[in-house]
């Protein structure tokens, strides 16, 4: 029988801090076919994430198949807009979430993992995160901070990522990320230069794989999700009229599930999906296909 097995392989998800979105359908689908995972926690988010898992307000969500509860080997504190502890501001660094949880740069998690693994002790990387301040404005009223702040948080992370991580994966290892369709079409709605972070993201999929494949040996992608009202979506202000005009229009109509947009990504981080890398992959009910809506009947 082909499976997607990944047992023996360490996982990282970066971009956890509820059970509503991607990133904890991915965590608990590389968990289903027996990789071993940890997450990264954004600090301003770490202590309500901790809270919901001690109380068991994710248990429904954490079981998986076997009935047994998905756990995760660590949870590192992670704030991806900054490469080093030495470009953290005192304020942020002096600020109640913050000021406990030691390093939480990119570099400052990279060593921890380190310290608890090993210098070759990651298979699977995923980057479910993304951070527009000023997401709620459309391109034409955006700053340049606004901007800068959406390229930063949402794709300069990833290649910082690749940077930092690159070296302590073995061999084979896979970097997942995710984006949207507002890269390359207009999504009214979709603002804040985060249309713009999206692009540049997809961009640098392709340069990331070229790069890291030749330096570490392992596999860069991203997977086009389709709209799903996750905590950060929510955040847009129009999520739930995005998910359902896709519903009425993509070829597909049922609504898109973290638990598929899972399932891709496990696939992808997989030996199965050993020869692609550099690709962007839909999950979005085929949406991305049409070019033209379809009359309400
Ligand atoms: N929900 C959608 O409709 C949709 C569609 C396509 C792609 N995506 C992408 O999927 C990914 C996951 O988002 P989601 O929708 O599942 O929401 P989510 O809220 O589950 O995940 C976003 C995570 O990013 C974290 N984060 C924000 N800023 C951060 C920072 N500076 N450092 C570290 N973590 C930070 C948040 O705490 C949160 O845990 C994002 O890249 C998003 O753009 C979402």
Redesign the pocket.
Known sequence: MLNIDLRGKRALV?????D?????AIAKALAEAGASVSV???P??LNIFMNLLERGKMDASRKLSSGELLTFEKIYP????YDTSGEMPEDVKSNKRYKDVGDCSIEGMAQRIAADFGEKSIDIVV?????GPEVKKPLLEVSRNGYLGAVS??AY?MVSMVQRLGPLMREHGSFV?????ASERVIPGYGGG?SSA?AA?ESDTRTLAFEAGRKFGVRVNT???????????SA?GI?EK??EYVSQNAPLTERLT?DEVGSVAAFLSSPLASSITGATIYA?KGYHAMGMAVPAT
Not at 14 to 18: F, H, I, K, Q, R
Not at 78 to 81: E, G, N, T
Not at 127 to 131: I, K, M, R, T
Not at 177 to 181: A, E, F, P, V
């Open positions: 970066a971009g956890v801090a509820d509503a979105g991607f990133g904890f990264a926690t954004w301003p988010a992670l704030d991806a807009v980057h479910s995160l993304a951070n948080a949402s992370s990320s995710l984006t949207y369709l985060m999206k993201l997977i086009s999700a389709g709209p799903l009202a996750s905590r950060a979506a847009i999520i995005m998910v973290a979005d």
